[in-house]
């Protein structure tokens, strides 16, 4: 058993769609990460939170503490958006987990 | 600001020879340090951590190694590469729950 897990694994979308990825984990987290990593394979750190929730440009990400589980938002999206999102877990300040992935065409 | 360095970018090696990968990480101190391995069409396999100079913590029994021989100089090391070796290796930098991971730009490589 995974300690991430995302849905969807894959997800095609048309320019403009509102576009929500999920993650669900079961370990005592410190804070969960959204990271993004484009066909180059280089990864970018979208968000960290602990709870709540952020909001950067047309990207929302909300957690769930109690029911353990976060979605990552895309308003408005965009071809540029195309890219492959993943949720990680930082379970002890040393040890993060990660999901497989959700990987995102937007198609003009 | 904080920036981290990786290379080289690309390598192909033939079985059985040795291996060194280098990240730096510029612009902070004493950060954890973390290598990964990125098979195709998986998620990202912690080999490595380290909270300090000397300190490396092994999550993966294999024929890899690494080392931290300054602060901010985490390398990996291979004494004889194996085909699955080959890969996607990520070298990533955090404070202790205390800040987002940030990524090199990784290492693709290929064992033939």
């Known amino acids: 058993k995974n300690e991430v897990e995302q849905s969807p694994q894959n997800l095609t979308a048309q320019e403009g769609e509102f576009i929500t990825i999920n993650c669900s984990y079961s370990?005592?987290?410190?804070?969960l990460h959204w990271l993004q990593q484009h066909p180059g394979g280089g990864i970018v750190s979208l968000f960290m939170?602990?709870?709540g929730k952020k909001k950067h440009g047309r990207l929302i990400a909300t957690i769930n503490i109690q029911e353990k589980h976060s979605s990552l938002h895309i308003t408005a999206s965009h071809p540029r958006d195309s890219a492959v999102y993943i949720c990680a877990v930082d379970h002890t300040g040393n040890q993060f987990y990660f999901g497989t992935g959700t990987s995102l065409t937007v198609i003009p | 600001s904080q920036t981290i360095h990786q290379w080289p970018a690309t390598l192909v090696q033939p079985v059985g020879s040795p291996l060194s990968l280098e990240c730096t990480v510029e612009g902070t101190s004493n950060p954890n340090l973390y290598w990964y391995r990125q098979a195709a069409g998986r998620g990202l396999q912690l080999l490595f951590y380290s909270v300090g100079i000397g300190q490396i913590s092994s999550e993966v029994p294999q024929n890899l190694s690494a080392s931290r021989p300054q602060d901010r100089q985490f390398i990996l090391s291979s004494k004889k590469l194996l085909l699955s070796d080959s890969g996607f290796y990520l070298c990533?930098?955090?404070?202790?729950?205390?800040?987002?991971?940030?990524f090199g730009n990784g290492t693709r490589l290929t064992v033939t």
């Open positions: 370990v005592g987290i410190s804070a």
């Open positions: 990533a930098w955090s404070f202790q729950g205390r800040s987002p991971l940030h």
């Open positions: 939170l602990s709870s």
